[in-house]
C-alpha cells in the first residue's frame, strides 16, 4: 500500500517544529540546516517570481488599453511587514508633561466680572482665578498711503515720499510673510493659497502670487549661502541624504545636508559622486586638480597602473574647470574607457575639494552606505538604524529561522543602547569591550544562512560603523537626514514638481530656511516678515549658527573641545 504524500499545509506545519539545535548528529544536524535553508531560498525566489508575474501581467493589461493591478497598501496590522525601527532604537524614558502655555506670549489681559446681583451679601473679593485662551485675529489692514508730491520748477523734478520698506506691489510684509510661510512652511498650494486670501479678504492674482513665491529668492539666495557655510564650519561631521525629485517632467535628485543647528536643500540632475562634490562645495561647477591625493584615491579604486604613469604627465598641482580637464583628458589619453575616465574625474575633483579653501570641508559624513558617499571624506560614519533595516526586511519561513532572527535583533539593539551609553561615557576599556562584543554577536554564525550573510557584509563595515568608538560625539543613524528628506517628498507629493530651474532653486532655497529657522528656534513667519520689511530685529541665520556653536564649544570640557574641534 502506497503512502499517501503529505500535503502543503503537512509539510509547513513539519517544518515549523524542526531545530537542528536539537539534533545531537553533526552530520544530520548540517543535513538539516542545509535543507532548511534551501526552502528558505526556495521561498524567496517564489515570492519573487510571484511579484514579477503580477507586475508583468499588470503591464500587459495596460498595454491592452485595461487597468493593471492597484497598488493599494495594505493598513491593517500584520498584514505588511514594518521596515521602521523606531520604536526598538529608542531608549524608554519617563513621560513628564509640561505646561504648554508656561512660554506663550499675553496680547492683551481682560477683567471678568461677577454678576454683582448674583452673589451673596457676604461674599468676600479673593482675587482673581488665572485662565489664559490662545485664539488668533485673520482681517486685512488695508492702508492708504496719502504720498506727499512736491514738484521743482527750479530743478524741473518732482519728489514723490516712498512708501514704507516691504510695501511694494501693493502688499504689505504681513500678507508677504503669511503666503510664503503656508506654502514652504506649511505646504499649502498655490491655489489654496488664494482661496484662503480671497476669504479674508485680501485680492491677489496668481501670477503675482507665483512670482512672490518663486522669483522672490534672490533676496534670501546670499542668507542661505552663508547659512550653508556656517553650518558646514560649526561641525566636523554633517548628515547627508538623498531623496527622488521632479524638474519638468525629469528627474532629479534633492540632497540634504545637516546637523542639529541647519538644513540644507540641494537639487542636481543626478545623484552620482561627482554631484554630490558640487553640493559639499555649495557648486554646479567644480573643479579639478592632479596631486598626490589624486594618485592615492586612483589606487584605492584599483586603478591601472599604466594610466596613472600616463596621467603623472600631465600638468600637477594646478586647477582646472571641467570643460578644461575634459580637454585635457581627451588630448593626451583619449584611448581611456569611460568608467576608467570616471574615476578620474572624480579622483582629481575629490582631490581639489579638500584643498581649496572657498568653503569648510566636510571631515565625517554620517550617512548611508551608497557607494557615491565613499571616498568623499576622510572618514564615513555609517547609519545603524539603516543598517537594521536589512535584517528586518529578512522574512524566514522556518520557525527556528524565525526565533533566530528575532534573538538576533533583541542583542543587535542590546548593543546599540550600549554604544548610546558609551558615548555619554566614553573610556578606553569600555571601547575595547565594545569591538570585541562587535564581532561576538555579527561574526558568530547561526545556521540561517540569509542571516549569516547579511551579518558578513555588515562585519565588512566595522570601521564605519564603530567610528563613534573614536568619536563619541557622532550620532548613530542618520536621521535627522531621512526627516529632513520625507519632508521634501511631503512638499513634492503636494506639488507634485517643479517646472523651472527658477523655481527648483526657490524650493531648496526656501525649504532649507524653514528647516534652519524651526532648529534655531525662530519663526519663519516672523524671521520672513523681518527680512521683507527690513527691520533687522532677527540677525542673520549664519550669525545665530555661529553663536549658537560657540556656546556649545564653550560648555565642553577641554578634552571634549578637542576632540570635537579634530573630528
Known amino acids: 500500500m502506497t503512502q499517501k504524500p503529505f500535503s502543503g499545509k503537512q509539510v509547513s506545519a513539519l517544518l515549523q517544529t524542526i531545530d537542528p539545535k536539537e539534533i545531537v548528529d553533526n552530520a544530520v544536524r548540517q543535513t538539516v540546516e542545509l535543507l532548511l535553508n534551501l526552502i528558505e531560498q526556495l521561498n524567496s525566489k517564489v515570492k519573487d517570481l510571484e511579484e514579477e508575474n503580477q507586475k508583468l501581467l499588470s503591464e500587459n493589461n495596460r498595454l491592452k488599453g485595461e487597468q493593471g493591478k492597484p497598488d493599494i497598501k495594505p493598513n491593517l496590522k500584520g498584514l505588511k511587514k514594518d521596515h521602521s525601527s523606531e520604536k526598538e532604537r529608542k531608549t524608554p524614558s ?25 452673589l451673596p451679601q457676604d461674599a468676600q473679593f479673593k482675587g482673581y482665578e488665572e485662565v489664559i485662551v490662545q485664539d488668533i485675529l485673520l482681517k486685512t489692514d488695508n492702508v492708504l498711503f496719502r504720498k506727499q508730491k512736491y514738484y ?19 502688499f504689505g510684509p504681513g500678507v508677504k510673510a503669511l503666503v510664503m510661510s503656508l506654502y514652504y512652511g506649511g505646504n499649502m498650494t498655490q491655489g489654496k493659497l488664494l482661496e484662503l486670501l480671497e476669504d479674508i479678504g485680501i485680492s491677489m492674482s496668481a501670477g503675482y502670487l507665483s512670482n512672490l513665491l518663486i522669483k522672490n529668492q534672490s533676496d534670501f539666495e546670499t542668507e542661505f549661502n552663508e547659512v550653508y557655510v556656517s553650518g558646514l564650519a560649526s561641525s566636523p561631521w554633517q548628515h547627508l541624504d538623498q531623496t527622488g525629485a521632479r524638474v519638468k517632467g525629469v528627474n532629479h535628485t534633492t540632497n540634504v545636508i545637516c546637523n542639529p543647528l541647519y538644513t540644507v536643500y540641494y537639487t542636481t540632475l543626478r545623484k552620482d559622486r561627482l554631484s554630490v562634490l558640487g553640493v559639499l562645495q555649495n557648486s554646479q561647477e567644480i573643479e579639478f586638480i592632479l596631486n598626490l591625493l589624486t594618485y592615492e584615491l586612483l589606487a584605492s579604486l584599483n586603478f591601472p597602473t599604466k594610466w596613472t604613469n600616463r596621467i603623472k604627465l600631465l600638468p600637477q598641482e594646478t586647477a582646472f574647470t571641467c570643460e578644461q580637464f575634459n580637454a585635457l583628458l581627451d588630448k593626451h589619453l583619449n584611448k581611456l574607457g569611460s568608467q576608467h575616465r570616471t574615476r578620474v574625474l572624480e579622483a582629481a575633483a575629490i582631490a581639489f575639494y579638500h584643498q581649496q579653501s572657498l568653503i569648510p570641508v566636510v571631515q565625517i559624513l554620517v550617512c548611508d552606505d551608497a557607494p557615491q558617499f565613499k571616498l568623499l571624506t576622510d572618514h564615513l560614519a555609517l547609519c545603524w538604524v539603516h543598517e537594521a533595516r536589512h535584517y528586518k526586511k529578512l522574512n524566514p519561513f522556518v520557525a527556528c529561522h524565525q526565533q533566530t532572527l528575532e534573538k538576533f535583533l533583541d542583542d543587535f539593539w542590546i548593543y546599540y543602547r550600549e554604544l548610546l551609553f558609551f558615548k555619554d561615557s566614553p573610556n578606553q576599556k569600555r571601547k575595547l569591550e565594545l569591538k570585541s562584543q562587535f564581532w561576538e554577536l555579527f561574526g558568530t554564525e547561526t545556521g540561517y544562512k540569509q542571516l549569516d550573510e547579511r551579518k558578513r557584509l555588515t562585519a565588512a563595515k566595522v570601521s564605519e560603523l564603530l567610528l563613534v568608538l573614536e568619536n563619541p560625539e557622532l550620532p548613530l543613524h542618520n536621521n535627522p537626514a531621512e526627516l529632513a528628506a520625507r519632508t521634501m517628498v511631503q512638499r513634492r507629493n503636494i506639488s507634485y514638481a517643479t517646472q523651472t530651474s527658477e523655481g527648483t532653486k526657490a524650493w531648496d532655497i526656501f525649504m532649507s530656511l524653514v528647516a534652519t529657522t524651526r532648529k534655531l528656534g525662530i519663526s519663519f513667519f516672523e524671521y520672513v516678515r523681518d527680512r521683507i520689511s527690513q527691520s533687522g530685529k532677527i540677525l542673520s541665520l549664519g550669525t545665530i549658527i555661529r553663536e549658537k556653536c560657540f556656546l556649545i564649544l564653550q560648555a565642553l570640557s577641554p578634552q571634549e573641545e578637542l576632540l570635537c574641534m579634530s573630528g
Open 94 to 118: 519617563s513621560h513628564s508633561k509640561s505646561s504648554k502655555k508656561a512660554n506663550l506670549k499675553i496680547d492683551r489681559s481682560e477683567i471678568l466680572e461677577y454678576p454683582p446681583s448674583e
Open 152 to 170: 521743482s520748477p527750479q530743478t524741473g523734478k518732482t519728489y514723490l515720499a516712498e512708501l514704507p520698506l516691504g510695501y511694494d506691489g501693493e
